[in-house]
């Protein structure tokens, strides 16, 4: 089992920056993949970032140059930079630990809203 908790979601200003966290209840750096995701109102949950045990980085094609995935593995923790918001970026941010045969995971998520 791996208990995920995510935080630093909040209102914000188009133009400003956020970041996210997701904390583990175990270690990370063997979980194949952890990745954020996000759900806006009425729409599908869909991939934002995704970095694997090796370190390797993906994104999705709306948030590139915008966002950055990280994790650091000595705090269980992964981060989601987001900088330059827009109001479309509005959505519920949801952390995902992938381990393959072991199972997937997911978090509560936090909200971000950008709205001036």
């Known amino acids: 089992q791996v208990q995920l908790v995510e935080s630093g979601g909040g209102l914000v200003q188009p133009g400003g920056s956020l970041r996210l966290s997701c904390a583990a209840s175990?270690?990370?750096?063997?979980?194949?993949?952890m990745g954020w995701y996000r759900q806006a109102p009425g729409k599908q949950r869909e991939l934002v970032a995704l970095?694997?045990?090796?370190?390797?980085?993906n994104y999705a094609e709306s948030v590139k140059g915008r966002f950055t995935i990280s994790k650091d593995n000595a705090k269980n923790t992964v981060y989601l930079q987001i900088d330059t918001l827009k109001p479309e970026d509005t959505a519920v941010y949801y952390c995902?630990?992938?381990?393959?045969?072991?199972?997937?995971?997911w978090g509560k998520g936090t909200l971000v809203t950008v709205s001036s």
């Open positions: 970095i694997t045990d090796g370190g390797a980085t």
């Open positions: 995902k630990a992938d381990r393959g045969y072991w199972g997937t995971y």
């Open positions: 175990t270690s990370i750096a063997s979980i194949y993949a």
